[in-house]
């Protein structure tokens, strides 16, 4: 199959990323889709679970907890659970919590499987080959190359795809008195919790049920809301 430089350059783009400026990403998604359509369709599907971690905000909650899907057009997914977990760290001050969404896309979701791509001798020799000529245009596929299980969806997000949410834990002196622990036994416990790895105010992961059950009880507190101003 011929790669043609303006592919390469697409996706070189889209991987050097946005800086989060949502103009520059829905501008760069277009130029990808594009080139990506006339791909061979076996770098347009996905045969396992996809993970993409996302920080939500309070404004954002009804559409993706309540009405259960939020559209973001294309995003980047990746096929490694634990390279997400660990994506732009687990927490931000101005996030409510950091969810990972799991979702098994549809051939019609999936715009590009960059895992595929690196399976394909014509694509990396072809890419070679470019790079000669127009290396800047190359510098973010080489560096990311197929190290983040990357594919590149378009679906929705989907509350009910949570499978792990994250945050801080409570101070430690909140959690003592929570609990009703004397101040002089504190350093006792808080060292007792350091040897056992356990660190306080630290941020935590919540998976697979729990998370499910943080969701469902989300969802019963907007109903319980949404009754209180009827």
């Not at 992961?205 to 319980?224: C, D, L, P, S, V």
């Amino acid at each position: 199959m011929i790669f043609r430089n303006e592919f390469f350059i697409a996706l070189n783009n889209w991987q050097n990323g946005w800086g989060e400026n949502q103009e520059t990403r829905e501008r760069l998604a277009i130029f990808l889709k594009s080139e990506c359509k006339i791909l061979d369709k076996k770098y347009k599907i996905v045969k396992t679970n996809c993970y993409r971690k996302r920080f939500l905000h309070k404004g954002e909650l009804i559409d993706i907890i309540y009405n259960n899907s939020k559209k973001e057009g294309v995003t980047s997914w990746t096929t490694d659970i634990r390279y997400a977990e660990f994506f732009k760290g687990k927490h931000r001050i101005n996030a409510v919590t950091a969810a990972i969404f799991e979702h098994f896309p549809k051939q019609n979701e999936v715009i590009l499987n960059i895992n595929e791509l690196w399976q394909c001798n014509d694509f990396v020799s072809q890419l070679e080959e470019y790079k000669v000529h127009s290396p800047e245009n190359c510098n973010a596929i080489y560096n990311f190359r197929d190290i983040q299980g990357e594919v590149i969806l378009e679906v929705p997000l989907r509350g009910s795809e949570i499978c792990i949410l994250s945050g801080i834990s409570s101070p430690f002196d909140d959690i003592c008195n929570s609990i009703n622990i004397p101040e002089d036994e504190r350093p006792k416990v808080f060292k007792e919790l350091i040897d056992k790895g356990a660190y306080i105010e630290e941020v935590t992961f919540i998976r697979n049920e729990a998370a499910r059950n943080a969701i469902r009880n989300t969802i019963i507190k907007f109903n319980e809301l949404l009754q209180s101003v009827r």
